[in-house]
Nanobody, 122 residues
Framework: QVQLLESGGGLVQAGGSLRLSCAAS????????MAWFRQAPGKEREFVAA????????YYGDSVKGRFTISRDNAKSPLYLQMNNLKPEDTAVYYC???????????????WGQGTQVTVSP
């Protein structure tokens, strides 16, 4: 079982930036795809971005393309989400997810973190 721990959330003004991190621990072996999802109050969980196990491929949701960047240095390094030009509609709890897979997205993720709150003020 993989444990995931997110950090880096907080309060920022519109137009600002934040960087989220996700550290993985536990029984990690083989290739792991990782991703970020978010959920705003009263809304369904939304896909944000995903990255292949080796960092060689990325995939983004339409609402964050050109503003967010997902990255990882290698298969065992932390996962990051650089968020620029933040908007009030980006306010949500952001979750890190992982799945033993060589694919990027779409796919089902079965390991999830507890989430970190991101709040963007107007």
């Amino acid at each position: 079982q993989v444990q995931l721990l997110e950090s880096g959330g907080g309060l920022v003004q519109a137009g600002g930036s934040l960087r989220l991190s996700c550290a993985a621990s536990g029984r990690i072996y083989g290739p792991y795809a990782m991703a970020w999802f978010r959920q705003a109050p009263g809304k369904e969980r939304e896909f944000v971005a995903a990255i292949r196990w080796d960092g060689g491929s990325t995939y983004y949701g339409d609402s964050v393309k050109g503003r967010f960047t997902i990255s990882r240095d290698n298969a065992k390094s932390p996962l990051y989400l650089q968020m620029n030009n933040l908007k009030p509609e980006d306010t949500a709890v952001y979750y890190c997810a992982a799945e033993r897979s060589t694919q990027t997205y779409p796919q089902r993720f079965t390991s999830w973190g507890q989430g970190t709150q991101v709040t963007v003020s107007p």
